[in-house]
């Protein structure tokens, strides 16, 4: 009785350690990890890189949504394993992070070499995935006749009546005030960099305080312009772009002072499909893939021969379009680097008061 | 042989000590080392850390200084502890990221090359001046900074320029929700409570059943609900509108209104339950002695029901204040920019710029605020009868 009882308990036991064992190595074999930006974006990444590249290679890919934030890419690696892999990072977060030795260094030779790209979109950490803008839209159905031009007609309430929407933020939200106090673009980073330039950028904020309304994640600005809340708004171009094909919206983009910014992949040091990770960077931003982003998002593309693919077509809403490019200003990744934290800082009390 | 039994208690109570060990005490010390301390400079630049203190802060330090941070430089082989140093040198003082980025590349390069012709700002004073006040180990400024002051350069305290932080705002406005919250829960759980206490059966049952349903929901799915309700073209406008009781749509989310009212929805069983349980016990027939014996149904609640529910009440009041004043989610769901409270603030640091030593110690001054309401807590739920 005894011995039979004592046998069942070692079955279970064997059981236990069994099954303790298979999550182990469940756990080991994490599959390749990628984290982008969720939304209509994510989508079209996961129809064109991320299931195309499971089939090729035979295993899963399993991909997570972040919005953004240094520290969170930061604690995962220092706590050593993290759980994600390859991750798609704003300019800001690529040299902030590969100063900080947080990325692991890119195998350029996979890439077809630096020349391939575009300056910004290449770094030791980073190759770059796509060219962004924040650009100022408004709905051309409700807004006829006159419409704004510039940050200078975001500024005029008597002209355009009606509240407007920024992104939450020092970065852009300064730039934009300095444009529209009459900064010429090429200009607006060297005031910016002196302390009256940043009073000024606050004096500018402070004229347009009572019809501000703040959005943080990227569908917010759309739903504000569509339900009518605000009558122009800052937004991520590609998403204007997506809006008015599939759901037949008129919003209308001023490309003129907008401001443009590379996205890249890193991978994270210590990942541990790091080998992986990099075949993925390789096959997304492999010309022949990469160029059929443009057809889902209108995002312009960092790699050269991508970008020469690109159906004519869909090419003027691009930000990488040569007449788009001519009036918009690069964001300066190295000012924001050196002085995100004293402006987000005095950003933040001034939203607060 | 009484040591055997008290060496099983030990025993038996091993697991919940290890919890408390790991899940309270140990992140309990690291927040508040984190707050007031940051080896980083000292561990990873040791010898600029000693030669610094000897510069009185006039003009430029000494060849030896410049010399000690060059060493330290090249000697350094870890990129994410020197990670660790700019991110600290460069919250002092912004600038310094690039700068020693320029710096670490050209001493690769030339590791003879003076500073300040690697960067003329290593000619400014206020850099330098940057490294020194980091150089200890142990420092005040995270919590200085958390109530919006600082230390000058000869060393006193002082409150930061105006406009350029908004912590100390920020704490009171979270309190101010907090009391708000508070009062409002007050004003609806206390009837309820009473009501509750008075009736039985299923009338009990279902009262109890509508507060204790939305306990068990998650928080994020009620505010959320809160969200659809309250917006712009939500239920309660189109019904307001539908009734011809208003032409245009009230604002109802993204301000403090919307905020108060979800949290006082989220907080409401946290006030109902303490003051039922003590209503319980309150024998039921006292209402109708204290009327037997001629006072007004009003001065037999005065004197007679209130006194007896407000051990009740005041922890009540407490669990509600001390869990509103560390509310996140709905927050920063439900209000606009002016009603963030502290945690969102707390948020930004260890999310948005990696600063775990602001996150910590605006993370302390809030342990601290609760720490004290619950010291009061236990000295109100001592003496019950010096309340009346």
Redo the contacts between chains.
């Keep these: 009785m005894i011995m039979t009882r004592l046998s069942k308990y070692r079955a279970a036991l064997v059981a236990g350690a069994a099954v303790l064992a298979l999550s182990g190595t469940a756990a080991l074999a994490r599959d390749l990890t990628v984290v982008s930006w969720g939304g209509t974006f994510q989508d079209a990444q996961r129809e064109l890189f991320f299931k195309p590249f499971a089939e090729k290679t035979g295993k899963p890919v399993l991909d997570e949504a972040w919005e953004g ?4 890419l ?2 995962k ?2 706590a050593g394993s993290p759980n994600w892999d390859v991750v798609q990072v704003e300019a800001e977060e690529l040299a ?1 992070g590969c ?4 990325y692991e260094k890119l195998d350029w030779s996979k890439l077809g070499g630096k020349e391939a790209y575009i300056d910004a979109g290449t770094s030791d950490c980073g190759a770059g995935h796509i060219v962004w803008s924040v650009a100022l839209t408004y709905d051309g159905n409700k807004l006829t006749g006159d419409t704004p031009k510039s940050w200078a007609d975001f500024w005029d309430v008597k002209k355009f009546p009606g509240k407007r929407g920024l992104r ?1 933020g020092a970065k852009y939200s300064l730039e934009i005030a300095l444009m529209a106090d009459g900064v010429p673009a090429n200009e607006v980073y060297d005031v910016l960099a002196t302390p009256e330039g940043v009073d000024r950028a ?1 004096k500018k904020l402070d004229e347009l305080r009572p019809n501000l309304v ?1 959005w943080e994640a990227g569908a917010q600005p759309l739903s504000l312009l569509q ?1 009518g ?1 605000v009558v122009m708004s800052t937004a991520y171009n590609g998403r204007i772009t997506g809006l008015n094909k599939t759901e037949g919206t008129n919003m209308k983009l001023v490309w003129n002072q907008s401001i443009y910014a590379v996205d890249s992949w890193v991978i994270l ?1 210590g990942a541990e499909n790091k080998d992986a990770g990099m075949d993925f960077i390789a096959f997304a931003n492999a010309p022949e893939n990469l160029a059929k982003l443009p057809e889902h998002i209108a995002y312009g593309l960092p790699v050269k021969a991508a970008a020469e693919k690109v159906d004519p077509k869909l090419a003027p809403d691009l930000p990488t379009y040569a007449d788009n490019l001519a009036v918009s200003i690069p964001l300066n990744v ?1 000012f924001w ?10 950003f ?6 | 042989m009484s040591r055997a039994p008290q060496l099983k208690a030990l025993v038996l109570i091993a697991p919940l000590l290890v919890f408390l060990g790991v899940f309270f005490v140990w992140p309990l010390v690291t927040v508040i080392s984190q707050a007031i301390s940051d080896p980083a400079i000292s561990r990873v630049l040791p010898r600029t850390a000693s030669a610094i203190s000897g510069w009185n802060g006039q003009g430029l330090p000494g060849a030896e200084v410049q010399a000690a941070l060059r060493a330290d430089m090249a000697a350094n082989t870890d990129e994410m502890a020197m990670g660790d140093v700019i991110r600290r040198l460069n919250a002092s003082k912004s600038g310094f990221r690039s700068l020693m980025g320029k710096t670490v590349t050209a001493l690769k390069e030339s590791p003879d090359k003076p500073l300040a012709e690697i960067d003329k700002r290593w000619g400014d004073t206020a850099y330098w001046l940057a490294i020194r006040e980091n150089a200890s180990p142990y420092t005040d400024a995270y919590l200085l900074e958390s109530v919006d002051l600082e230390r000058g350069s000869d060393g006193s305290i002082q409150a930061k320029p105006a406009g350029s932080s908004a912590n100390g705002a920020i704490i009171l406005r979270t309190l101010w929700t907090g009391a708000l919250v508070t009062l409002c829960c007050l004003l609806i759980g206390l009837p309820y409570a009473m009501v509750t206490a008075s009736v039985t059966g299923w009338k009990r049952a279902l009262l109890l059943g509508a507060v204790l349903l939305p306990l068990w929901t998650s928080l994020l799915v009620r505010t959320a609900a809160w969200m659809i309700l309250l917006q712009e073209n939500g239920l309660i406008n189109q019904a307001l509108m539908g009734l011809g009781l208003t032409n245009a749509p009230l604002a109802l989310i993204y301000n403090r209104f919307g905020v108060v009212l979800a949290m006082t929805h989220v907080l409401l069983p946290f006030m109902v339950l303490p003051i039922y349980s003590v209503l319980l016990t309150v024998p039921g027939n006292l209402m109708g002695a204290a009327a037997s014996l001629g006072a007004h149904p009003v001065r037999a609640f005065l004197r007679v029901l209130l006194p007896l529910s407000l051990r009740g009440v005041i922890s009540g009041m407490l669990l509600v204040f001390m869990s509103a004043i560390g509310y996140y989610i709905t927050p920063a769901l439900i209000g606009g920019a002016t009603d963030q409270m502290i945690s969102s603030v707390i948020a930004f640091y260890a999310t948005g710029s990696a600063n775990w030593s602001m996150a910590a110690a605006l993370g302390l001054i809030l342990l601290v605020l609760t720490l004290v309401l619950y010291a009061l807590y236990n000295r109100l739920s001592r003496e019950p009868g010096q309340m009346g």
């Design positions: 934030g240094y520290g969170v930061q604690s690696v220092k902030l100063a900080d030795g947080i939450k606050f703040w339900t809340d040091k190295d680097v050196d002085n995100s934290e004293e402006l987000t800082q005095r933040n009390a001034w939203v607060a008061q």
